[in-house]
């Protein structure tokens, strides 16, 4: 069965500082794996996307994100932290072989506050 | 950039009331999808269309939800009878298909059931 896990509902960082947000995954098959960003009062908004190739994707806003297959994670990463990325992160996988309108598996979402 | 919309933003209504929540999905998709999150849990698949008919759904989607595509730009989420556990955001998403696009998402409806 396909899931997501974020362990930490809550990450706390320093501006300027590097910011980790963890996503671990399970699927049947090859992961295709996404990461969205929820502020107050918006929908979700779509940071970065990992589907095959390099381990090391590069999305919105200075964001990265890890694939790492070994330890079926895919972690999300910023090299130095800013007040305005303090939002709700989402991480979502979708399984290749799923339908190929491809439903999303969603985690329960990490709030992420970066104080001044 | 073209958005997903939701309307609307917030609805109140009884038990056992019949709730439709609306959504304009981006011009050029095909494919749409309903989605809500329950306060403090998971962001929840509900059924996804394409090609005016249900390709998927969710076991959380009963009888008492149904979808349509009324005109060329409209998406509806209906449920006949809600019930309490109906209370949370139900958020619309678009997207064009296939295994590596991204879904496209609306900034959600709250539902609240008294």
């Known amino acids: 069965a396909q899931s997501v896990a974020q362990p930490e509902d809550q990450v706390n960082v320093a501006e300027g500082n590097p910011l980790t947000v963890k996503c671990t995954y399970s699927?049947?098959?090859?992961?295709?794996l996404f990461w969205y960003v929820q502020y107050p009062n918006r929908g979700l908004q779509f940071l970065l996307k990992?589907?095959?190739?390099?381990?090391l994707v590069k999305g919105s806003y200075g964001f990265e994100a890890e694939f790492n297959k070994s330890q079926t994670s895919f972690h999300l990463k910023k090299p130095s932290a800013l007040v305005s990325d303090s939002a709700l992160y989402f991480c979502?996988?979708?399984?290749?072989?799923?339908?190929?309108?491809?439903?999303?598996?969603f985690g329960r979402g990490t709030q992420l506050t970066v104080w001044p | 950039e073209p958005e997903v919309t939701q309307t609307p933003s917030h609805q109140v209504t009884q038990m056992g009331q019949e709730v439709i929540l609306r959504c304009v999905p981006i011009?050029?998709?095909?494919?749409f999808y309903w989605y809500r999150q329950i306060l403090g849990q998971k962001v929840e698949f509900l059924v996804s269309?394409?090609?005016?008919?249900?390709?998927?759904k969710s076991e959380i989607f009963d009888d008492q939800f149904s979808v349509e595509r009324p005109d060329g730009s409209n998406f509806t989420l209906k449920i006949r009878s809600t019930k309490l556990e109906d209370s949370a955001m139900y958020f619309c998403?678009?997207?064009?298909?296939?295994?590596?696009?991204?879904?496209?998402f609306g900034p959600g409806t709250r539902l609240t059931v008294l």
């Open positions: 979502a996988v979708r399984d290749d072989r799923g339908s190929t309108l491809g439903r999303l598996y």
């Open positions: 269309f394409y090609n005016n008919e249900i390709s998927e």
């Open positions: 990992y589907i095959t190739g390099d381990n």
């Open positions: 998403a678009s997207g064009q298909g296939g295994m590596g696009n991204e879904q496209f």
């Open positions: 011009s050029n998709h095909l494919y």
């Open positions: 699927v049947s098959g090859n992961p295709y």
